[in-house]
């Protein structure tokens, strides 16, 4: 019995209604497995932590849905055994680079102004429910030193100075000049529903790693499709807050955001060579600061 078989089973002992659909695996992750049947989604935990995230992420749905305007999952949890979640399908496919490279003027600032209402929606629930609901605080990065011990050695000689410059100027960063928000903290177009026909984003989905963090870092993701979403993405949200955000900040904890990734994927040889890329990709797009 395959991967796929297993999770159709558990399906159909909750929804027998489902046996004439067809099942297709959506996406795999280390934290989860998603399964398609009939417009809806169903996301299976992979190991305990998952499904405490999973739970964790239902009831923050619960608070964000009716808080923003762009839709968002309506998680509905099925206990099984096995645990796994239930939503409709958000319309809509992943943003990538490529994908926004070929967006017109018009479709990039309405893009922007999408994501940076549905960022000043979410800011503005309260940071006190949101962690009685179960929010935790996100995930530290640690200090420039641990940091640079396991990342500097698995880069080219020829990315190592900016590397160096990196964590240098985060090591001087001042604190964090705003108080901590509620924030997605995982804004890059994999996490994207978007319609590449109308060219508008449709919704947001995949909420397990947001939590209670630093305002500044809630803007560093969205460089994953590109550096120019991003700069769009603050000046939209600067305009709609009156709050003023420290560009410089922003990209040294994008530079910042890439190391920590690849110095925690350091020793693992399946994964090193897509981590570095991926810090050579921001390299190549990261200017002077």
């Known amino acids: 019995m395959t991967d796929l078989d297993r999770y159709r089973a558990a399906i159909l002992r909750a929804f027998p209604d489902l046996a004439a659909s067809d099942f297709r695996l959506l996406a795999e ?14 996301k299976f935990p ?7 995230r999973l739970r964790k992420e239902a009831a923050l749905l619960a608070m964000i849905r009716p808080a923003v305007s762009l839709p968002v999952p309506d998680l509905m ?60 605080p996100v995930e530290e990065w640690g200090g420039a030193d641990r940091i640079g011990a396991k990342a500097l050695p698995a880069l ?22 705003h108080e901590a928000i509620y924030g ?21 989905y995949d909420f397990a790693d947001s939590g209670l ?4 870092q809630e803007f ?11 700069a769009r993405l603050v000046a ?10 420290d560009h410089r900040r922003i990209t040294i904890l994008t530079g910042m955001h890439r190391l920590w990734e690849l110095a925690e994927l350091a020793d693992d040889p399946e994964h090193v060579s897509t981590m570095v890329r991926s810090f050579a990709d921001w390299v190549a797009t990261a200017g002077r600061f």
């Not at 680079?97 to 967006?103: F, I, S």
């Not at 080219?156 to 000049?177: C, G, K, N, Q």
């Open 29 to 42: 992750s280390w934290d989860s497995t998603a399964v398609e049947a009939d417009g809806l989604v169903f």
């Open 46 to 52: 992979r190991h305990e932590a998952a499904a405490g």
């Open 77 to 136: 949890l099925e206990e099984g055994p096995p645990l796994f979640s239930r939503h409709a399908k958000i319309p809509g496919e992943h943003l990538l680079t490529r994908h926004y490279d070929e967006l017109p003027e018009a479709a990039r600032r309405r893009l922007a102004e999408d994501l940076a209402r549905f960022h000043a929606e979410l800011h503005r629930l309260d940071p006190g429910r949101m962690a009685a609901a179960g929010a935790g």
């Open 156 to 177: 080219t000689p020829e990315l190592r100075p900016m590397a160096e410059h990196v964590l240098s100027a985060y090591d001087r960063l001042p604190a964090e000049p």
């Open 184 to 204: 997605f903290f995982d804004g890059h177009g994999w996490n994207m529903a978007f319609d590449h026909g109308r060219q508008r984003l449709n919704g947001i």
């Open 213 to 216: 963090g630093p305002l500044h």
């Open 220 to 230: 560093v993701y969205s460089s994953f499709v590109s550096p120019d979403l991003t």
């Open 236 to 245: 939209a949200y600067e305009a709609l807050t009156g709050l003023g955000l």
